[in-house]
């Protein structure tokens, strides 16, 4: 499981995972910090959105490649664009949110999910976590904020009130009835890759430690988000902690 950086003294209280980078992937996220940010805005109304394509046009390092005002509009962009990240607006665009999170995040799997709610709650940060988004700012915040959760997720870590996030990996990892007998349907290549998950591995490393192709690894993946029933690495990298909690 990635690690967490502890929180700067000038910024919000933010829970930010990722993985720790080494030798030449270090390199390589440095020249990745400086890299324009590719957005799109999936807001309403109108001019909700314009207010925040405008605002981040300001930034240098983040490029708007256009807005949706509904989900076929945001599909048809990502799948064009290919933006680092979507900035979802919960309420805007509902009230299937997290179905649309869904379907968004499997259109186009490079894209990261940012949600925009109003109410930024530990029942909707779950919420949007189990859809597969990568994080969440309440439309209460600043616009700085809405800006350093971007680059956040671009560089591949979450985006999270660090309280709300606590609460929701305590309740996600919790144990159940359901547990044992997921431990029996997982087969043993698919522990391997969910144990790895866990440690941050990514899939390219995967299938180097167990000699298979990385198209074998994503396979074993979405059998593991089917019988998981989740959408995202996230909470099958929560699954694998908890397991080895539970056998130390």
């Known amino acids: 499981m990635d690690p967490v950086d ?58 708007v490649a256009g807005l949706a005002r509904d989900e076929e509009e945001a599909r048809a962009l990502i799948l064009r664009e290919r933006p680092a990240v979507l900035v979802f607006d919960y309420e805007g665009l509902g009230p299937s949110s997290e179905l649309a999170i869904r379907r968004l995040r499997r259109a186009s799997r490079g894209t990261r999910i940012l949600v ?16 597969g988004a990568a994080g969440l700012v309440g439309k209460q915040q600043p616009f700085a904020t809405l800006v350093r959760a971007i680059r956040a997720v671009a560089s591949g870590e979450l985006w999270a009130n660090r309280v709300a996030a606590a609460h929701v990996i305590e309740h996600l990892s919790a144990p159940s009835p359901a547990v044992s007998s997921l431990d029996e349907r997982l087969t043993r290549r698919e522990w391997q890759i969910v144990e790895a998950v866990g440690q941050g591995v990514r899939n390219r490393e995967i299938a180097r430690r167990l000699k298979i192709s990385e198209k074998t690894v994503k396979s074993h993946l979405n059998n593991i988000f089917r019988k998981l029933r989740v959408d995202n690495r996230f909470a099958v990298g929560l699954y694998s902690l908890e397991r080895a909690k539970r056998k130390a």
């Open 116 to 131: 925009l709610a109003t109410r930024s709650s530990i029942e909707t940060l779950e919420r949007v976590l189990r859809a």
């Open 6 to 63: 502890p929180p700067a003294t000038d910024k919000p209280d933010r829970l930010r995972l990722r993985r720790v980078p080494s030798g030449a992937d270090a390199g390589r996220v440095a020249a990745a910090d400086v890299a324009t940010r590719t957005v799109v805005v999936a807001a309403r109304p109108a001019l909700f959105a314009e207010l925040i394509s405008m605002k981040l046009a300001d930034e240098p390092d983040v490029r």
